[in-house]
């Protein structure tokens, strides 16, 4: 596959630039002279009717004047000129365009001139950066096309903004820290190159080795998080999101244009790409030092070692705030500070060494932290107190800080006595702070990638092997509601939906009249349950419409009239259909529990879990997951909330059934992504207790789903394809699978490679390649399913699997069309496993409505060339390297 569509961007080899003038108050000017004064080693040409020259350099009247190639437009004129600029720009083969002028939003939305901008860029190919946006730094190559005052040194970060005030900010904030960027990115209004696009490209840059988001909002929830969980695979990934309450989400939506979610949504979403969320730009920096420079934690066990109390107790509280544990110290570890500490140290953790610990007592209780199997990281306080020496501690600390061990995190207090200590620190990368509240917080954030990093590896499928929902039986209904004009299911209706997906609910009957009422508690035996029955009624405690505990035959008659004129006052005008009869649960140590579902406007359908109850508002103790979900998911799904800590044997209660809550939040996953139609679904409560669960009470709100859309293009992660799986046999009887790839798949995937002859590598891969790179590998095993599709063929030997084959496809940047690549392994060659797997990804492809696939093959790869020509390919020459030829498919 060739290079990547944004590499006109980030490396032109010429830039023009409309709008160049001679005013250093002008966007342009400014803009022109940041390029000159950078160390662009290509051409840069100013564009600009009005002038002949600008200062000793021809000025062009438009781009037909240059008569020579040119890379990347930088735009920086009135609005209304940027479409016909843009038209000049795709005549002349002009790849990609950063647009600085504002002027195509009207009150935040998009105007016409915007759309004819979008429908220009479009037609001719231009990848757009912005409009209305400070632009682009990238000083590897000495580009700063920005109108900013600031420019960036050189590092490892790159920084992608929403906000250019941000951006101006960030770099002057920078520059005194002597932090460098790999780039600096502002969106703007993002109309064409967003967050996705721009992680995609990131996810592969040398230059970044670490992600710095500001985040606002944004408009395509699947997109943004495929780029997202691409780069997050490859490097650490940081975002501070604004917007986190109503007000600033309205400021934020008014501001960029975009759809601002649920800030819990927002943050499940981060957590699920394996994204360390920040909250200020102190904290995006540390953090994304941190990770960039390969600090970890496996846990978070924190010890603290301090030569003063009061340090550590200030570090303690926040400990705690952000729920890190004080690691409790072993008994070997104990014993082992005793005999070298004084015998008034602290005894357990913090470490206080005293006020007068010399550096090789620091350096002990240090190593003896680090060496505990309990611990998960050291933070070390040092006060510069009359019998301390800053700088020799900080030299035995420097010494213990081994790459790939646990991470030593330190904070020298204070400021001319540490000052030099913090410089060392600096030099040998080992995290320094200037409080200990900001040292747990860095440390927090190790723990939290730790834990989002786990969430990432995650690729649930949509339903067990097992499950085998009646999906068709649910769409029926659902469609038969829908045809009646009615949103909101009947509760029998409901019991079915969540019945048909394995989750246990309790028998419902309902009814119009008080004697079917009378029948129905007479069948299921006293005490039961009456609820009110109504389309027009969701939540059945808003106006009363609830009975419990009816205990005698007597009292249903009387009660069920007194139900209904109850609620036909609160509600005169709704449509009482009747009422609904179920049987009490009467089973001891029952909690009660929510569990539901709620289309977020921006990431879709979310699955929500917490305590239940009549007043879950007001309590407000819920978590949030993105499905698909499996175990490890719902796990810390349910860890997240209060009422996790009740599920345990507390008093004369004994533990729950957790399986059985794990179970019924599995089936809630696999009916969300089976059933686009959702758009609430409540589960309030749900009762379990050591025996198993049961729904008592649940609503479900539906409603028509897009045609023609792919089978999860609802949901913002894409589940585990696994009804792509399928089995063959050869001619010989070798069983092979067909299946897409999985992360897990990344040892068989390396050894697949290492075992390719060196032609079959050269045919596959253009070049010379003994085996796959880290990133690579992660690269390939790691995929999303939706922009992206990897098929291997495996058979087994010795009990495990061995990857024989594998086809792939990426979808371009223009949705329509896909790139593919595919090798058979020597010895399965000539065997039919490449048609067949190339047939079934095309299968794939066509499903997803790409309309073309394309491919470049060697020349010279005969065997390549008469199968794709079988399959119907076209084959064609390209001209600028005969040595290859285009292929391609209309689908």
């Not at 037609?123 to 730094?137: A, Q, S």
């Not at 068989?748 to 003994?770: D, H, N, P, W």
């Not at 399965?828 to 066509?846: D, F, P, Q, T």
Request: net charge negative; charged share 20%; proline share 6%.
């Amino acid at each position: 596959m060739g290079p990547h569509y944004l590499e006109h961007l980030f490396s032109p080899k010429t830039i023009a630039v409309f709008g160049a003038s001679d005013r250093a108050d002008s966007v342009g000017g400014r803009t022109y002279q940041n390029l000159l004064q950078g160390d662009f080693s290509g051409a840069i040409y100013p564009v600009n009717p009005k002038h002949e020259k600008l200062a000793e350099a021809r000025c062009y009247p438009d781009l037909d004047s240059i008569g020579l190639p040119v890379d990347l437009a930088v735009i920086a004129t009135p609005a209304a000129t940027v479409p016909d600029i843009l038209r000049q720009c795709g005549e002349h083969n002009v790849r990609a365009a950063i647009v600085l002028s504002a002027g195509f939003t009207d009150d935040g939305k998009a105007n016409a001139l915007q759309q004819t901008l979008v429908q220009q860029a479009r037609h001719d190919n231009i990848r757009l950066l912005g409009p209305n946006c400070l632009g682009l730094v990238r000083p590897r190559v000495g580009l700063n096309a920005t109108f900013s005052n600031n420019s960036a040194g050189r590092g490892n970060l790159t920084l992608i903004s929403q906000s250019g005030a941000l951006c101006t900010a960030i770099l002057d904030w920078a520059a005194s820290r002597n932090i460098g960027f790999a780039a600096v990115v502002s969106l703007g209004d993002a109309i064409d190159i967003d967050f996705g696009s721009m992680l995609d490209y990131l996810a592969m840059d040398n230059e970044t080795r670490g992600i710095l988001l500001y985040i606002e909002g944004v408009r395509d929830a699947r997109a943004f998080m495929s780029g997202l969980r691409s780069a997050a695979r490859m490097k650490p990934v940081v975002a501070m999101k604004v917007g986190r309450h109503d007000a600033s989400a309205r400021a934020a939506l008014s501001h960029t244009g975009s759809l601002v979610g649920s800030d819990d949504v927002f943050d499940a979403g981060l957590r699920r790409a394996g994204v360390v969320r920040v909250q200020d730009i102190n904290q995006l920096f540390a953090a994304a030092q941190l990770l960039a420079n390969q600090h970890r934690a496996s846990g978070n066990r924190l010890a603290i070692v301090t030569n003063g109390g009061g340090p550590g107790i200030m570090a303690t509280d926040r400990a705690l705030d952000l729920d890190i544990e004080l690691a409790q110290l072993s008994s070997a570890t104990r014993d082992r500070l005793n005999a070298l500490m004084p015998a008034h140290w602290s005894h357990g953790n913090p470490v206080d060494v005293l006020g007068d610990a010399p550096p090789e007592r620091y350096e002990q209780a240090v190593a003896a932290c680090l060496a505990d199997p309990n611990v998960d990281g050291v933070l070390v306080i040092l006060t510069p107190q009359a019998m301390t020496y800053p700088q020799a501690v900080a030299e035995r600390i420097v010494n213990l800080g081994q790459p790939g061990q646990k991470s030593i995190l330190t904070c020298w207090m204070g400021f001319g006595q540490v000052e030099t200590s913090r410089q060392l620190f600096a030099k040998h990368k080992i995290p320094s702070f200037a409080t200990p509240e900001s040292a747990v917080e860095a440390f927090s954030h190790l723990v939290e990638y730790y834990h989002n990093q786990q969430l990432l590896m995650q690729v649930p499928g949509p339903m067990k092997q097992s499950s085998e929902p009646d999906a068709e039986g649910v769409h029926l209904i659902i469609e038969a509601a829908l045809a009646e004009h009615r949103s909101l299911l009947s509760r029998a209706e409901t019991n079915a939906v969540l019945a048909a997906f394995g989750i246990p609910v309790m028998p419902v009957t309902e009814c119009r009249t008080p004697n079917e009422a009378l029948i129905a508690a007479q069948s299921m035996g006293f005490p039961v349950a009456m609820k009110i029955h109504s389309p027009d009624i969701s939540h059945k405690t808003d106006v009363d419409g609830v009975r419990l505990n009816i205990n005698n035959a007597q009292s249903v008659r009387s009660t069920y009239r007194e139900l209904m004129d109850s609620v036909r006052a609160l509600r005169p005008n709704a449509s009482l259909t009747g009422v609904t009869i179920e049987p009490m649960y009467r089973k001891p140590h029952g909690r009660e529990l929510m569990a539901g579902v709620l289309r977020d406007p921006l990431f879709g359908p979310v699955i929500t879990f917490g305590a239940g109850g009549t007043m879950v508002e007001f309590i407000r103790d819920r978590a949030t997951a993105l499905p698909p979900l499996n175990t490890l998911i719902i796990e810390k799904l349910i860890s997240g909330t209060r009422v996790s800590k009740l599920l345990e044997q507390f008093r004369n209660q004994p533990p729950v059934d957790r399986a059985a809550i794990i179970e019924l939040l599995r089936h809630l996953s696999e009916l969300v992504c089976e059933l686009p139609q959702i758009r609430e679904l409540d589960i309030n409560p749900f009762v379990v207790n050591e025996d198993g669960a049961v729904v008592l009470d649940a609503r479900i709100v539906v409603d028509h789903h897009g045609i023609g859309q792919h089978r999860y293009a609802h949901m913002a992660i894409h589940p585990y394809p696994a009804h792509l799986t399928s089995h063959h046999q050869l001619a010989d009887g070798t069983e092979i699978v067909m299946r897409p790839i999985r992360p897990e798949d990344a040892e068989i995937e390396m050894a697949f490679v290492s075992g390719l002859s060196e032609q079959t590598k050269y045919f596959r891969f253009m070049q010379a390649l003994q085996e796959l790179t880290p990133q690579m590998l992660v690269r390939f095993t790691q995929i999303d399913y939706d922009r992206e599709m990897a098929l291997i063929a495996v058979v087994r030997e010795d009990g495990a699997e061995k990857e024989i084959a594998v086809a792939r496809y990426i979808i371009n940047p223009d949705g329509a069309s896909c790139e593919f690549a595919i090798v058979v392994a020597d010895q399965w060659a000539r065997k039919g496993i490449g048609s067949e797997l190339m047939g079934k990804l095309i299968e794939v492809a066509r499903a997803r409505g790409l309309q073309t696939m394309d491919g470049e093959v060697l020349a010279n790869n005969r065997p390549m060339l008469d199968m794709i020509r079988h399959l119907g390919f076209v084959i064609l020459p390209r001209k600028d390297y005969p040595n290859v030829v285009l292929v391609s498919k209309v689908l």
